[in-house]
Structure formats: C-alpha cells, structure tokens
C-alpha cells in the first residue's frame, strides 16, 4: 500500500466506488474489443460507429448516455461476440 500511503500524503483523494466501476468497465470494453480487431483504429472504429445492436447509436455514445447501465449493454454485446453460445 505504499502508493496509497504515498498518495494520501501528497494529498490526493480515495476513487469512489462508481468512478472504480467506470474505469472497470472501459478496461473491459477496451481489453475485448482489442481481442476481437486488429487494431486500436479499428477497436475505435468500432466505438464510434452507429450500431444497429443499440438503436443506430455509437457504443461511445450508449456508454456516456446511460451511465453504468449503457456499459453492462456494451460489454454484454462485445461478449456474445467473443462467446457465441455453444449450440447442442
């Protein structure tokens, strides 16, 4: 905890836990849309696309609209495309 201590002294404040959450989630979209493209472009490409999967909407803008909600349906989407359900 020595950047914590380190922090706290220099004067800096603790991250709330929504702001945790947050950054979780753009770490998660972030790491498995870099699993699915070949590139950063096109990972951006994909953000900043109108998508049919949230009404015409980019993801970036589902994201920053809906809050916390708008990233469980970006990852959620993201998901099914790495994870396809396994048919019998």
């Not at 702001?19 to 870099?34: E, M, N, P, Y």
């Not at 990972?43 to 949230?54: D, E, G, P, S, Y």
Request: hydrophobic content about 50%.
């Amino acid at each position: 905890m020595v950047w914590i201590d380190s922090a706290a002294s220099d004067g800096l404040r603790e991250i709330d836990e929504p702001a945790l959450r947050r950054i979780s989630h753009v770490l998660a979209v972030w790491l498995d849309l870099l699993s699915i493209f070949a590139s950063e472009s096109d990972a951006i490409r994909w953000l900043t696309t109108a998508n049919q999967a949230f009404a015409g909407r980019r993801p970036l803008d589902r994201m920053s609209d809906a809050g916390e909600l708008g990233f469980l349906e970006v990852r959620a989407n993201i998901e099914r495309a790495l994870y396809p359900p396994i048919e019998g």
